[in-house]
């Protein structure tokens, strides 16, 4: 599968999503993947980071050693995976923002036909996961993507909740590392993305 190439593309506050990106770079990988793993910048002020120390600690941490998501690593993969917390049932402004400044690319059709999975995660099981994936889709609908989501496809989809249409992460009192379940789901849907994406590449 070297000629398969997935950008794994996110935004994560306190590292709940930035953990399922992780997971799924690493299931992309198994199968022989070029990989990339891309943030998108940060746009909320330091007064409102500073307000969560947990917010703090995890831009401390990542910000050094994961890249900056740019347009050219939307151009050069052929294969997407796109993650956001929940925002009242929506992407977060952060991923939006970036989302948004592809429209040059879309132009050019340097977009469609590759296929793309979506993953979230969000305090509560009933905070929006499911919606927020479903309006990130309508995203790469227009671009002409292909969406992939992992369905009822593996044990490990039932394991971490059952959502068929992306790794969900309800992190509740549990902190922001999600669960060994919730994990291996979000390997799986990496896994998942990048064997369509070589099958497609023919």
Same mark, same amino acid.
């Given at each position: 599968?070297?000629?398969?190439?997935?950008?794994?593309?996110?935004?994560?506050?306190?590292?709940?999503? *930035?953990?399922? &990106? =992780? &997971?799924?770079?690493?299931?992309?990988?198994?199968?022989? #993947?070029?990989?990339?793993?891309?943030?998108?910048? =940060?746009?909320?002020?330091? %007064?409102?980071?500073?307000?969560?120390?947990?917010?703090?600690? *995890?831009?401390?941490?990542?910000?050094?050693?994961?890249? =900056?998501?740019?347009?050219?690593?939307?151009?050069?993969?052929?294969?997407? #995976?796109?993650?956001?917390?929940?925002?009242?049932?929506?992407?977060?402004?952060?991923?939006?923002?970036?989302?948004?400044?592809?429209?040059?690319?879309?132009?050019?059709?340097?977009?469609?036909?590759?296929?793309?999975?979506?993953?979230?995660?969000?305090?509560?099981? %009933?905070?929006?996961? =499911?919606?927020?994936?479903?309006?990130?889709?309508?995203?790469?609908? *227009?671009?002409?993507?292909?969406?992939?989501?992992?369905?009822?496809?593996?044990?490990?989809?039932?394991?971490?909740?059952?959502?068929?249409?992306?790794?969900?992460? #309800?992190?509740?009192?549990?902190?922001?590392?999600?669960?060994?379940?919730?994990? #291996? &789901?979000?390997?799986?849907?990496?896994?998942?993305?990048?064997?369509?994406?070589?099958?497609?590449?023919?």
């Amino acid at each position: 599968m070297s000629d398969v190439k997935v950008a794994v593309v996110y935004y994560s506050a306190t590292g709940s999503v *930035h953990r399922l &990106a =992780e &997971a799924i770079a690493l299931g992309a990988a198994d199968t022989g #993947a070029e990989v990339r793993l891309r943030r998108v910048a =940060e746009l909320a002020p330091d %007064h409102a980071i500073d307000a969560n120390p947990a917010w703090r600690t *995890h831009i401390e941490a990542v910000n050094p050693t994961i890249p =900056e998501a740019t347009l050219d690593d939307l151009e050069w993969a052929n294969a997407y #995976a796109f993650g956001t917390p929940t925002r009242f049932g929506n992407t977060t402004a952060q991923l939006k923002q970036f989302l948004d400044t592809s429209g040059g690319l879309w132009l050019a059709g340097k977009l469609a036909d590759k296929p793309v999975t979506s993953f979230t995660s969000a305090i509560n099981a %009933h905070g929006g996961m =499911e919606s927020t994936i479903l309006s990130l889709n309508n995203v790469f609908y *227009h671009w002409g993507c292909i969406i992939v989501g992992p369905g009822y496809t593996d044990d490990s989809v039932y394991a971490a909740g059952g959502n068929p249409y992306g790794t969900s992460w #309800a992190s509740g009192t549990q902190g922001n590392k999600p669960d060994a379940a919730a994990t #291996a &789901a979000a390997r799986y849907q990496g896994r998942r993305l990048a064997i369509i994406a070589a099958r497609l590449l023919g």
